[in-house]
């Protein structure tokens, strides 16, 4: 494979392979790949580690799930989502570098392969974190965020599990947990569009896109998102990391609903007042209550708020 992918490679083969075709496995080779490791599997398509055999280097590739190549028009949207992901060029949003079909194996996004560990890995490890460390981590993810809403581009799924962390290593190889060298925000909008298309294509109703605990007001009113709907998901995950628990906590989808339309979550208690403020504010059930961008929103929680230089308008305009 050559260094320079192009949406102008992406190419598409009815009829998609039958359910029964060849399986994905440790060491098959194709289209100048090896399958080296499942990184990540559910409803919505595989995840390897996979070597780049031209390029010598290591690639993560995510297998389209099946139910969808069936579909043109399901497949149509999948390479109008590459494209945008693909023109996205930032240096903490991780690169899709092309989609591409096999014959057999079917449709896949080749991206770049990430070392290291989520954000919901480390919450899992650490339980909850301090502030400094959770602007450390934020700062980066809002930055690419706001990139992107330039770009008219809206996430649609922040969470933990998003947003990937690299540390520097000790001698022995093992991550130093201390040291933060890299943050990686992934999946921009492939997991909303590929929920969204097995549910079309399996006639599941569903009428939003996000995981639910880091949905905003306006996704559960099935309504447009736009930028301030990513900061709510942000705010969501900010809140989570100091907190050591999510603003609302329940397994109950109408109650966790009726919580985000209606409800103010607590303060996080040992938070200095600023940085509660910062919270509710970027959590506001109405967009125009929350701040003109994502990092407007990290800095007023780290107690450092932005200057800014006129009207912001970023977060405002409706997104595509």
Known sequence: MSEDFSPSEVTFMPPAPEKGAAAYSAG???DGFRLEEKIGRGGLGEVWKARDLDGNRDVAIKFVPRDIQCFETEMERVRETFQTIHALQHSNICPVYVLRRHPEL??????KFLEGVSLEFLLRRQLKLPLERVTEILRPVAQALDYAHRQQVVHRDVKPAN???????NADGSLNFEILEDVQLIDFGLA???R?????????????????????????RGRLQNAFSD??????VAYELLAGHLPFETDDEQILRECVLNEAPEPVPGLEAAANEALLKGLAKE???RFPTCEAFVQA????PQTVNGTQTVGSQTMN
């Open 28 to 30: 098959t080779e194709f």
């Open 106 to 111: 079917g449709s896949y996004l080749v991206m």
């Open 163 to 169: 947003i990937m962390l690299d540390f520097a290593r």
């Open 192 to 194: 909303s569009e590929f």
């Open 196 to 220: 969204r298309s097995v549910a079309r294509v399996s006639q599941i109703r569903m009428s939003t896109s996000g995981t639910r605990p880091y949905m905003s007001p306006e996704q559960f």
């Open 231 to 236: 900061q709510y998901s942000l705010a969501v």
């Open 287 to 289: 967009r125009e209550l």
């Open 301 to 304: 929680l780290s107690g450092k």
